[in-house]
């Protein structure tokens, strides 16, 4: 075991006077791309970070649970009988709901003493809901002897954030903290299932994906998620199709969007769906053959369509990405080669492709602009795409 991990055996014997019986990790994630397709059928790029949501966990010989996070240092107790979505909230309705998830599937489980610790930034559009729901099943499953191939248990998660917390999210987050790998992105079709793990290895060529944690707040429960999900819906129908990722399957270009819908905000909605997943296939190709001009490109078109056409961003990630995009760098630092808001949107993150050495150049950048701006300071870092939902020990 590693340090971390006696540190966090050592705090469920504190809690619950008794041994765990393992300790099982799942990762959150950045999404290269594809933003706001995962509900549309379509593609999504995402790849696993190192941060974890780390779940100590032992059986109980009655139906409870009781589940602690070390974040809050709060504890949250429940029965599994009777439990129902409302019946939890908060925090521990993500843990709560991926138990009741695995429930409602069939799978009886006993109850649980859980304690969570988690690095994955809160609130930051880096999945730490998904990160925690995908540690708390992987856990549960193996203690109960439940057998669960990857994608089930995406799901199971996917159907807990969505019905038993309320958040309608689409698959991506869970699958990506479930099945990606250490040194890939992971190409999903959302429809299909069909997962592709695309090798990304940028150090060899001198780059890296930083990571800007914008500190805007993430305003994604205030129903946005739900009204832009409820947009590409409408839009779909009034196309006549089951879902708006068949707008790529029939090869439409952007340009025909506009005679078949008369209202432009569904307009808008619909071709950022489209293009977005064009995007995602282009990014992929770019990543397959080392095109990283291409792939900044890619990326930066993507913060353009949701910044004029899913109307996702705010001024601060809008700032962000113009800073880090800005060819009068000072300090030798050279701009990045793409760079656009990642997440649900309205906050959280953003992204960008960069030459490694100008990290500290371009987070100077970032924050001195931020300052100017009268915004908090963001913070930044590199991620490494790393390994998805695992046991520790
Ligand atoms: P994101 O998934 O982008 O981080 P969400 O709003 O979807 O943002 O999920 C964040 C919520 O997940 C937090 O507000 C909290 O309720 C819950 N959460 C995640 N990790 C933990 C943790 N380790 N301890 C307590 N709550 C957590
Ligand atoms: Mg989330």
Same mark, same amino acid.
């Given at each position: 075991?590693?340090?971390?991990?006696?540190?966090?055996?050592?705090? @469920?014997?504190?809690?619950?006077?008794?041994?765990?019986?393992?300790?099982?990790?799942?990762?959150?994630?950045?999404?290269?791309?594809?933003?706001?397709?995962?509900?549309?059928?379509?593609?999504?790029?995402? @790849?696993?970070?190192?941060?974890?949501?780390?779940?100590?966990?032992?059986?109980?010989?009655?139906?409870?649970?009781?589940?602690?996070?070390?974040?809050?240092?709060?504890?949250?107790?429940?029965?599994?009988?009777?439990?129902?979505?409302?019946?939890?909230?908060?925090?521990?309705?993500?843990?709560?709901?991926?138990?009741?998830?695995?429930?409602?599937?069939?799978?009886?489980?006993?109850?649980?003493?859980?304690?969570?610790?988690?690095?994955?930034?809160?609130?930051?559009?880096?999945?730490?809901?998904?990160?925690?729901?995908?540690?708390?099943?992987?856990?549960?499953?193996?203690?109960?002897?439940?057998?669960?191939?990857?994608?089930?248990?995406?799901?199971?998660?996917?159907?807990?954030?969505?019905?038993?917390?309320?958040?309608?999210?689409?698959?991506?987050?869970?699958?990506?903290?479930?099945?990606?790998?250490?040194?890939?992105?992971?190409?999903?079709?959302?429809?299909?299932?069909?997962?592709?793990?695309?090798?990304?290895?940028?150090?060899?060529?001198?780059?890296?994906?930083?990571?800007?944690?914008?500190?805007?707040?993430?305003?994604?429960?205030?129903?946005?998620?739900?009204?832009?999900?409820?947009?590409?819906?409408?839009?779909?129908?009034?196309?006549?199709?089951?879902?708006?990722?068949?707008?790529?399957?029939?090869?439409?270009?952007?340009?025909?969007?506009?005679?078949?819908?008369?209202?432009?905000?569904?307009?808008?909605?619909?071709?950022?769906?489209?293009?977005?997943?064009?995007?995602?296939?282009?990014?992929?190709?770019?990543? *397959?053959?080392?095109?990283?001009?291409?792939?900044?490109?890619?990326?930066?078109?993507?913060?353009?369509?949701?910044?004029?056409?899913?109307?996702?961003?705010?001024?601060?990630?809008?700032?962000?990405?113009?800073?880090?995009?800005?060819?009068?760098?000072?300090?030798?630092?050279?701009?990045?080669?793409?760079?656009?808001?990642?997440?649900?949107?309205?906050?959280?993150?953003?992204?960008?492709?960069?030459?490694?050495?100008? @990290?500290?150049?371009?987070?100077?950048?970032?924050?001195?602009?931020?300052?100017?701006?009268?915004?908090?300071?963001?913070?930044?870092?590199?991620?490494?795409? *790393?390994?998805?939902?695992?046991?520790?020990?």
């Amino acid at each position: 075991m590693s340090t971390e991990q006696l540190a966090l055996a050592e705090e @469920f014997q504190q809690a619950y006077a008794r041994p765990c019986a393992g300790i099982w990790a799942a990762p959150g994630r950045v999404n290269l791309i594809g933003e706001h397709t995962d509900y549309n059928g379509g593609f999504v790029l995402p @790849f696993a970070l190192p941060q974890t949501s780390r779940v100590a966990a032992a059986l109980r010989t009655d139906r409870m649970v009781h589940v602690r996070s070390l974040l809050n240092g709060e504890t949250a107790e429940f029965s599994l009988d009777g439990l129902v979505p409302g019946a939890v909230e908060g925090w521990a309705a993500y843990a709560a709901g991926m138990l009741w998830s695995l429930e409602q599937a069939g799978h009886l489980l006993p109850g649980l003493d859980l304690l969570i610790d988690s690095e994955v930034p809160i609130g930051a559009g880096l999945s730490s809901s998904a990160a925690l729901e995908c540690s708390v099943g992987l856990a549960a499953a193996e203690l109960a002897g439940v057998e669960l191939p990857a994608v089930a248990l995406a799901q199971l998660a996917q159907h807990a954030e969505n019905d038993f917390v309320g958040m309608p999210c689409g698959i991506m987050d869970q699958m990506a903290s479930v099945a990606a790998r250490a040194e890939h992105a992971l190409l999903l079709d959302t429809r299909s299932m069909r997962i592709e793990h695309v090798p990304f290895r940028l150090e060899q060529d001198g780059l890296a994906l930083l990571v800007i944690d914008s500190q805007a707040e993430h305003r994604l429960v205030d129903g946005e998620y739900a009204a832009r999900r409820a947009q590409c819906e409408a839009g779909a129908r009034e196309l006549g199709l089951e879902s708006l990722r068949e707008l790529n399957d029939d090869g439409v270009a952007p340009e025909e969007l506009t005679a078949r819908l008369p209202d432009p905000v569904t307009l808008r909605r619909v071709r950022h769906v489209l293009t977005e997943n064009t995007r995602v296939l282009a990014a992929k190709e770019a990543l *397959s053959t080392g095109s990283y001009a291409q792939l900044g490109e890619t990326l930066s078109a993507s913060h353009a369509s949701q910044r004029d056409d899913f109307e996702i961003t705010v001024e601060e990630t809008d700032t962000l990405v113009e800073t880090l995009m800005s060819p009068h760098q000072s300090h030798g630092a050279q701009p990045a080669l793409g760079a656009r808001q990642v997440g649900g949107g309205f906050g959280g993150c953003v992204i960008a492709l960069i030459h490694t050495e100008s @990290f500290d150049g371009l987070l100077g950048a970032v924050q001195e602009n931020a300052r100017q701006h009268g915004f908090t300071e963001p913070t930044g870092f590199l991620a490494q795409p *790393s390994a998805g939902a695992r046991r520790l020990s």
